[in-house]
């Protein structure tokens, strides 16, 4: 069947339904982007999720979309709370995936004096790579602690400041979280690697404000044109990778896997006993996070204080992007709860929600949008235009365009370094491997992204931000 796909305003194509699909898909890109999510499977995957039941208004697929697990890397779903689903492959394996800005008073001159000093420094004392293990070791009870505490537990221990705390998405603790629904196995995971990095495309990076588009907002987020910031990319490590695999079994041996048009997309109904427990399992791996990239930024706090002693990080934002939340919004003029799913999206809560702190009501959230090794960053603020047409949805970095596979074969270290020199950008990384899949060209056009997502106003742009410096997984 000829897929009935139409551009329907600028930066929008709808998918039209076809048997099965109890709505539409929403994909917003631009053309050139657009063509890019056709060239693999992201469009299936978009109509796979429309066919799930409960599902409200349409599957969407942010700018930077790509094929993932089940549901694209990009996408976002809401469900409503009788008839929906909670599904792990749709969350994604790295539960709570995110980054986390923090801004500094110091400038790129001073700075570059001491760079590879610094990023070295860093690559000691924030452990990277597959399996890596950190100096935190927590004993059981600890472990529990941090899955239903999150930041909070790491503040009591000393680690950061409170004011810290509600600068974070959910103040780094989604209520409702229930370790006791954490398995031995993924909690033992858990216990070596709260405060690393990871591997894949989790990254720390050095930046420089390099352009501001909004000094109002900007000054409320307190980035400066010319100052030195850090960007933080990490998630729940092995943990939540153990969660999602094990929800994924339960599902699938629970309510089957026969009636789905993709298996990845097994899932529970959201009232449920399964999809209450692995709610609970799923907030507690997310506050995992949250610490996880709360200990990383103390580390970094230490190393920046012992080489720029007259200078501070400040925590401007740390924002999820594989995560179900409940949210309220307007359908058919009536205010509804959803579950909502954002895999690979960040949430865009524009000016007077309640959830976000009192210094970003007047602004909207910060939303944090990462290039790829040696492009770009971007710093946005969400709106209420997000809240109509993309349930509080926006993109949450440049996508994929190529595999892993392809750049290992097809790209090689000693070019990936050249270029990287050309664009005054130091890295350090653990693996050749591991530094050539992430290189520039495996992704989509950041740049282009943004544009999307400003032009449609489910983000506007604040603040551009360009690599200095890179430590990678």
């Not at 995957?45 to 990009?74: E, R, T, W």
């Not at 909502?340 to 909207?364: D, M, Q």
């Not at 350090?428 to 032009?455: F, I, M, Q, T, W």
Request: hydrophobic share 35%; with cysteine.
């Amino acid at each position: 069947m000829k897929e009935r796909i139409r551009r329907i305003l600028d930066n929008v194509w709808e998918i039209g339904k076809e048997k099965g699909m109890n709505v539409p898909g929403i994909v917003f890109a631009s053309d050139s982007l657009f063509e890019k999510i056709r060239d693999d499977k992201t469009i299936e995957q978009i109509k796979n999720v429309a066919k799930l039941p409960g599902i409200v208004k349409a599957s969407f697929a942010m700018p930077d979309a790509h094929q993932g697990y089940g549901m694209c890397v990009g996408g976002v779903a809401a469900f409503d709370l009788k008839k929906g689903i909670v599904s792990p492959g749709m969350t994604g394996y790295d539960i709570n995936c995110g980054v986390r800005l923090l801004a500094s008073n110091l400038d790129k001159k001073a700075f570059l004096k001491k760079r590879k000093e610094f990023i070295h420094q860093i690559k000691r004392d924030v452990p990277s790579g597959v399996g890596k293990k950190s100096e935190f070791r927590l004993n059981n009870k600890e472990i529990e602690m941090v899955l239903e505490k999150g930041v909070e537990w790491c503040v009591e221990k000393g680690y950061g400041k409170k004011e810290d705390i509600e600068n974070c998405e959910d103040n780094g603790c989604i209520e409702g979280a229930d370790a006791s629904k954490v398995s031995a196995k993924a909690r033992g995971r858990g216990m070596s690697q709260l405060g690393s990095l990871g591997a894949g495309n989790h990254f720390l990076e050095i930046q420089e404000i390099e352009e501001i588009y909004d000094s109002k907002t900007a000054e409320i987020f307190g980035l400066e044109n010319g100052k030195i910031c850090v960007l933080i990319h990490s998630g729940s490590r092995g943990l939540g990778h153990q969660t999602a695999s094990d929800y994924i079994k339960k599902c699938e041996d629970k309510f089957g896997i026969k009636h789905l048009p993709d298996r990845e997309l097994a899932y529970a109904p959201v009232n449920s006993e399964l999809g209450k427990d692995y709610l609970g399992a799923m907030r507690a791996a997310a506050n995992f996070a949250f610490a996880n990239r709360h200990l990383i930024m103390c580390k970094v706090r230490e190393s920046f204080k012992k080489y720029f002693p007259k200078h501070d990080l400040k925590l401007v934002y740390d924002v999820a992007h594989n995560i179900i939340k409940f949210e309220e919004f307007f359908i058919d003029g009536k205010k509804e709860i959803l579950c909502v799913h954002r895999k690979g999206a960040t949430r865009s809560f524009g000016p007077g929600r309640k959830e976000l702190p009192e210094k970003y009501r007047k602004t909207g959230q910060p939303i944090l949008i990462p290039g790829s090794m040696g492009t770009y960053s971007y710093v946005l603020c969400g709106t209420e235009k997000a809240r109509e047409i993309s349930f509080a949805s926006t993109a949450h970095g440049a996508g994929r365009v190529l595999s892993r596979t392809y750049a290992k074969k097809n790209f090689n270290i000693e070019q990936l370094k050249k270029q990287l020199a050309e664009k005054d950008v130091y890295v350090e990384g653990d693996s050749v491997s591991g530094l050539v899949e992430e290189a520039p060209e495996a992704y989509k056009d950041v740049n282009e992204v943004v544009r999307v997502s400003h032009e449609l106003g489910i983000g506007k742009t604040v603040a551009r931000l360009r690599p200095l410096g890179v430590v990678k997984g």
